[in-house]
């Protein structure tokens, strides 16, 4: 199966800052990847998907980019809604696997 | 708009076996596929499977292989997954998900004797 490693586990931002999030796939995934939000006790949230195209309502200051292993989300100035944890998932592959994540938290 | 509402919480012993419920709505429930993930306590997500809602065709992950099935009802526009011999380490919150846009808002299971 393929393996997603995201990194920092961790990314400590002040509000307003830029946030950048990695997500490295074991092989190629193509544009197949989303990227989720997720915030306690709640189901995650589709931000972006084929790599990169915003969801349906989804600030503008989310972003994604990337193709084959390599991929990037970038939060341009976050609000405090942004912190949470952040996971990517491919869906070019059968089992779709996830990243363990990246929680961005308030500097 | 389309929703996912799942069953309630449930509480399990070992070796028992658990059916999560996931009604659709606002939305035409044969063109879609409907994936399950669990999240253990701190864990990342974990994909199960997935079925096909017009077709009913299935697919699972080798983890869960033998011990999970997924059904749907089309009238009920409703998708099901059972999950057997459970243990200790199946203790989550599984999700049911329509492709990658819309998600249940999760049902904890939790496996104790």
């Known amino acids: 199966e393929i393996v997603m490693t995201q990194s920092p586990a961790t990314l400590s931002v002040s509000p307003g800052e830029r946030a950048t999030l990695s997500c490295r796939a074991s092989q190629s995934v193509s544009r197949n990847l989303v990227w989720y939000q997720q915030k306690p006790g709640q189901a995650p949230r589709l931000l972006i998907y084929g790599a990169s195209t915003r969801a349906t309502g989804i600030p503008a200051r989310f972003s994604g980019s990337g193709s084959g292993t390599e991929f990037t989300l970038t939060i341009s100035s976050l609000q405090s809604e942004d912190f949470a944890v952040y996971y990517c998932?491919?869906?070019?592959?059968?089992?779709?696997?996830f990243g363990q994540g990246t929680k961005v938290e308030i500097k | 708009q389309a929703q996912l509402v799942q069953s309630g919480a449930e509480v399990k012993k070992p070796g028992a076996s658990v059916q999560v419920s996931c009604k659709a709505s606002g939305y035409t429930f044969t063109q879609f596929a409907m994936h399950w993930v669990r999240q253990a306590p701190g864990q990342r997500l974990e994909w199960m499977g997935w079925?096909?809602?017009?077709?009913?065709?299935?697919k699972y992950s080798q983890r869960f292989q033998g011990r999970v099935t997924i059904t749907r009802d089309t009238s009920a526009t409703t998708a099901y997954m059972e999950l057997s011999s459970l243990r200790s380490e199946d203790t989550a919150v599984y999700y049911c998900a329509r492709g990658e846009d819309i998600w249940g808002q999760g049902t904890l299971v939790t496996v104790s004797s």
């Open positions: 998932q491919q869906y070019d592959n059968w089992p779709r696997t």
């Open positions: 079925i096909h809602g017009g077709s009913g065709d299935t």
